[in-house]
């Protein structure tokens, strides 16, 4: 048996404290103060589209409101009156003597998720016939119109609809003439108009393109006419500040119209009408403020095409607006001069004159020349004025005339238009000169007075007369409200036209010219709020019951009166 042993060592413990360096790690808190600070501020450049820009006023001509120059820089003291609760939807009812009822709805609502959408309908009739007419004189207008409007982070855009009714009577029988009983009764007075336009429109934010938009119409009436029209525009805006800082944005409006239309048959039975145009136009605009002076010029541009005629026109049309302040808030002066080509339409006749036969030659009107020179701005502090004198030269400007009738008053057989009852369009070469004025005075609060007065004097090429063009124009208007009442008042006055006369049955020449009396439209329209909600109205109109034609052998309707209720309201 062995015997094993073992010897345990013990180690020498250090008595000696030695130093050391210790590091101790903790959590690192930054402070502004640690920054690295940014010696130069950084240079932004932004679209002159999204600067902030200059509120600017601006003079917009309307038939019967006036508009003028603000006036600046005056302190006047502001009545909030009572505060009013304002609703996006009403819907207004009425009837009136005639046989006329009358009907009205607004719709209007807007989302949170930036999205709005309306509705607007109009319905208004008179069923009972103008006194002392042979034939159906009732009229009928329905219009409603529908949108839609969605807003992104960098554009809106919107579609809409619009539809139209018109239903119109040829009643207009000549005066000259003694028309039997079987003939009159065989008359087909009746026109209708029917009208239809889809648009679609782009609004950029923050880009070089404005907006861009697109719409097709279609109009037609009883006697299978029809008229399409397509429209393509836009407007491109680049700014000049690479060139220089003090140069402004230009923008270039562009364009193209498709018109293609075309009538069963002419006046005269040559067969159809057909007339088909293409206009190309391109705009491009600069404006410029310094101090007291503004001015803004552009270049009219428009190539038309003629495929019916195989024929191409080029119009060039400097146009340029200048104004400036002679004395702040009392006189300013402007003038320039335009030019423009318009596209004539069917429904644009119509629209003027819906006794027009569905038998026209559709063209186009140049605006070659424009020159204007005006003052405008404030007598006082509630009164303004306007004061404009221009002269214009005009190709192919448009008039009517009366159609000669193919019935002697025995013979029947024939179109409802076709018994001199219905207008055509003459073209000819005008030359005008025109004085306008407007005066707009500011009573208080609760009354304003304004009035307009327009003179023309024309010069015809080849017509003896300016056929249905009256040289004095006027009209007269006050607007009163305090809290609970409305009132507007109007006056229109009309100097005569002329008109041509026809020495036999068509075809055959002109007998001689037919004078039209001038005439004074006096106009009531008022009403009562019973509350936010609920409103009666009233609206008489000739009240002096004028017996007047506005055009030949069409006499309009004597005293009405129209009365209804309103009611406002929100979803």
């Known amino acids: 048996m062995g015997i094993f042993s073992a010897n345990a060592q013990e180690k020498k413990r250090d008595t000696i404290v030695k130093t050391a360096v210790v590091n101790v790690v903790t959590k690192y808190n930054p402070e502004i103060a640690d920054a690295k600070k940014i010696k130069n501020n950084p240079a932004i450049k932004l679209l002159k589209k999204s600067e902030k820009k200059k509120l600017k006023y601006t003079i917009s001509s309307a038939p019967v409101a006036s508009t003028f120059t603000p006036q600046t820089g005056v302190a006047k003291e502001i009545n909030a009156g009572v505060k009013e609760r304002i609703y996006n939807n009403y819907l207004a009812a009425g009837f009136g003597n ?107 934010l923050d880009s070089y393109i404005d907006f861009g938009e697109v719409s097709a119409s279609y109009f037609t009436d009883k006697y299978n006419s029809s008229e399409v029209i397509v429209n393509f525009d836009s407007k491109l805006v680049f700014p000049l500040d690479f060139l220089s800082n003090n140069l402004n944005e230009i923008s270039v409006e562009t364009g193209v119209e498709f018109l293609q239309g075309s009538f069963k ?129 005009e190709e192919d400007k448009p008039l009517f005339l009366r159609n000669n009738s193919k019935s002697n008053g025995n013979i029947t057989g024939f179109k409802g238009y076709e018994y001199g009852n219905s207008f055509s369009i003459y073209y000819d070469d005008v030359n005008s000169t025109s004085i306008f004025t407007e005066v707009e005075y500011i009573f208080d609060k609760n009354l304003t007075f304004s009035t307009q007065i327009k003179y023309d004097n024309y010069s015809t090429t080849n017509a003896l007369e300016s056929y249905n063009l009256p040289s004095l124009q006027g009209a007269l208007s006050a607007k009163y409200k305090v809290e609970k009442w409305y009132a507007t008042a109007a006056i229109f006055y009309e100097d005569e036209r002329k008109d041509v006369l026809y020495n036999a049955t068509f075809p055959s020449s002109l007998q001689g010219v037919e004078t039209l009396d001038s005439f004074a439209d006096v106009n009531l329209n008022g009403g009562y709020h019973f509350n936010d909600k609920f409103s009666a109205f009233l609206r008489l109109n000739n009240i002096l019951n004028t017996k007047y034609q506005r055009f030949a052998n069409f006499d309009m309707q004597g005293f009405q009166v129209l009365g209804g209720v309103t009611y406002k309201f929100d979803f």
Do not use: C
Request: net charge negative; hydrophobic share 35%.
């Open 265 to 393: 048959k002419s006046y005269d039975n040559a067969g159809e009408i057909n007339y088909n145009q293409i206009t190309v136009k391109i705009i491009p605009e600069y404006t410029l403020e310094y101090l007291d002076f503004s001015m803004k010029a552009s270049l009219r541009t428009f190539v038309s095409l003629d495929p019916e005629n195989d024929a191409t026109n080029f119009f060039l049309f400097p146009d340029l607006f200048l104004q400036t302040t002679v004395l702040k808030d009392y006189i300013n002066a402007y003038g320039g001069f335009t030019g423009n080509l318009e596209t004539n339409t069917y429904k644009k006749f119509t629209e003027e004159n819906p006794y027009v036969s569905p038998t026209l030659f559709i063209t186009q009107t140049a605006e070659t020349s424009n020159f204007f020179i005006g003052v405008r701005g404030n007598i006082s502090r509630d009164l303004s004025y306007n004061i404009k004198v221009s002269t214009k030269k």
């Open 98 to 204: 005639y046989a006329s009822p009358y009907a009205e709805l607004f719709i209007y609502n807007n989302t949170r998720f930036d999205n709005e959408f309306g509705l607007h309908a109009k319905y208004n009739a008179s069923d009972e016939n103008v006194k002392n007419t042979l034939l159906n004189s009732s009229f009928l207008n329905f219009n409603a119109t529908a949108f839609y409007k969605q807003e992104t982070r960098s554009f809106d855009w919107k579609v809409s609809l619009d539809t139209e009714r018109n239903n119109y009577n040829w009643y207009g029988l000549p005066q000259d003439k003694i028309f039997l009983e079987n003939v009159i009764n065989a008359i087909d007075e009746e026109q209708n108009y029917n009208y239809f336009k889809l648009a679609g429109k782009l609004e950029f």
